[in-house]
């Protein structure tokens, strides 16, 4: 369970920190090609979503590598798979129902890491 966790938190993390760091240095326009949603939503709002995810992609790291707080691996996973319902929430509100597919995928990969993480307690 370990090994599993361990591979779908790389995965997650690294997925989260590219995208999520993205959103948080990046300007609109250098955004639009990736998200076609950044003209829907105020830049702050674009901001947090990119601070969360890059959080989260920490939180699923940083707690089980040092061994403080290892219950914050499982809290981050949750707060993930809530970013991935919000995201498809947008798309579905903006029509973009065939957009909604890596939203799924994320969503069910940070939920077998909340799994995952609770060997880790």
């Given amino acids: ?11 997650l993390a690294l997925f989260y920190v590219y995208s999520g760091g993205k959103k948080v240095l990046q300007d609109r326009e250098a955004l639009r090609p990736m998200t076609g949603w950044v003209d829907a939503v105020p830049l702050p709002l674009v901001r947090v979503v990119g601070a969360l995810e ?8 940083l ?3 040092t061994g403080v707080a290892v219950g914050l691996a499982v809290a981050a996973a949750v707060g993930l798979v809530l970013v991935q319902v919000g995201g498809a929430a947008l798309h579905l509100s903006r029509g973009e129902v065939r957009e909604i597919g890596l939203n799924l995928v994320l969503l069910v990969l940070a939920l077998v890491a909340a799994w995952l993480g609770t060997a880790l307690v």
């Fill in 63 to 65: 707690p089980p590598l």
């Fill in 54 to 61: 890059v959080l989260g992609a920490l939180g699923l790291l």
């Fill in 1 to 11: 369970m370990h090994v599993a966790y361990w591979f779908v938190a790389a995965l």
